[in-house]
């Protein structure tokens, strides 16, 4: 399975920023996605995750409120929506997905290659 991330960039304090993460690849089946950043100097903390199956959300809490996470499953895309952004959401955003291999029957986790976001104040 590859993580393809796209719609990161630069942007000022309280705007907007839409993040997408497509999934490709052949015999698996997306299990839950989320979200991660790591700012400079900083650990990798999660941002927001969701299940396919039934769509139950969370997030951390110093977005909740101003990001929101949601999945196309047809298309194995999930999608955050990042509103009201400050220069503390400055960090590179991964993908992360947990994916049924249909083949060998586990379930297996992958990572996108992250992209930039970057909030200016």
């Known amino acids: 399975v590859q993580l393809v991330e796209s719609g990161g960039g630069l942007v000022q304090a309280g705007g907007s920023l839409r993040l997408s993460c497509a999934a490709y690849?052949?015999?698996?089946?997306?299990?839950?996605m989320g979200w991660y950043r790591r700012a400079p100097g900083k650990q990798r903390e999660l941002v927001a995750h969701?299940?396919?199956?039934?769509?139950?959300?969370n997030y951390a809490d110093s977005v909740k409120g101003r990001f929101t996470i949601s999945r196309d499953n047809a298309k194995n895309t999930m999608y955050l929506q990042m509103n009201s952004l400050k220069p503390v959401d400055t960090a590179v955003y991964y993908c992360?997905?947990?994916?049924?291999?249909?083949?060998?029957?586990?379930?297996?986790?992958?990572w996108g290659r992250g992209t930039q976001v970057t909030v200016s104040s």
């Open positions: 992360n997905a947990d994916a049924f291999d249909l083949v060998t029957d586990t379930v297996n986790d992958y």
């Open positions: 690849g052949s015999m698996f089946s997306i299990v839950a």
């Open positions: 969701i299940t396919y199956g039934g769509g139950s959300t």
